[in-house]
C-alpha cells in the first residue's frame, strides 16, 4: 500500500502542475488577446476580468492538489483526507480526474493504508 500512496501523491502533484500550467495559459491568452489593436476598451476589460476569473479558479483547484500530493508523500494524515476532497471533488472532471480520484479513493479509504497513517500522538 505504500507504493499506492506515493503513486497516489506523485500523480496529483502532477496533476496540480497541470492545473496551474492550464491557468496560466489560460491568463496568459485572455489577457494578451484584451491587447489586439482595435479592439474596443469594454471587451478588453471584459476579457482581462474572465482571464484573471478563470486562472484564479483553476489555481485555487491546483494548489490543493500539489500540497495534498507532497502532504502524502511525507506521510500526514491531514493530506490523505485534503486528497479524499480533492478526489470526490475531481470525480466530475472526466475522464483523468475521475480515474484519479477513483484510484485515490479506492487506496485512502483502504484499512491497510490507514493504518500507514496512524502516528502515536506524543504526550497522550
Given at each position: 500500500?505504500?507504493?499506492?500512496?506515493?503513486?497516489?501523491?506523485?500523480?496529483?502533484?502532477?496533476?496540480?502542475?497541470?492545473?496551474?500550467?492550464?491557468?496560466?495559459?489560460?491568463?496568459?491568452?485572455?489577457?494578451?488577446?484584451?491587447?489586439?489593436?482595435?479592439?474596443?476598451?469594454?471587451?478588453?476589460?471584459?476579457?482581462?476580468?474572465?482571464?484573471?476569473?478563470?486562472?484564479?479558479?483553476?489555481?485555487?483547484?491546483?494548489?490543493?492538489?500539489?500540497i495534498?500530493?507532497?502532504?502524502?508523500?511525507?506521510?500526514?494524515?491531514?493530506?490523505?483526507?485534503l486528497?479524499?476532497?480533492?478526489?470526490?471533488?475531481?470525480?466530475?472532471?472526466?475522464?483523468?480526474?475521475?480515474?484519479?480520484?477513483?484510484?485515490?479513493?479506492?487506496?485512502?479509504?483502504?484499512?491497510?493504508?490507514?493504518?500507514?497513517?496512524?502516528?502515536?500522538?506524543?504526550?497522550k
Amino acid at each position: 500500500m505504500q507504493d499506492h500512496v506515493k503513486i497516489i501523491g506523485i500523480l496529483w502533484i502532477v496533476f496540480g502542475c497541470f492545473s496551474l500550467i492550464g491557468a496560466m495559459v489560460l491568463f496568459l491568452i485572455l489577457f494578451g488577446v484584451s491587447f489586439f489593436p482595435h479592439m474596443e476598451v469594454e471587451a478588453a476589460t471584459v476579457l482581462r476580468i474572465v482571464g484573471i476569473a478563470l486562472a484564479s479558479f483553476l489555481a485555487l483547484f491546483g494548489f490543493p492538489k500539489i500540497i495534498g500530493g507532497i502532504g502524502l508523500l511525507k506521510g500526514h494524515e491531514w493530506a490523505r483526507i485534503l486528497i479524499l476532497v480533492v478526489s470526490f471533488l475531481s470525480l466530475l472532471n472526466i475522464p483523468f480526474g475521475t480515474a484519479l480520484g477513483v484510484y485515490s479513493i479506492v487506496i485512502l479509504l483502504n484499512k491497510e493504508t490507514a493504518q500507514l497513517f496512524d502516528h502515536p500522538v506524543p504526550g497522550k
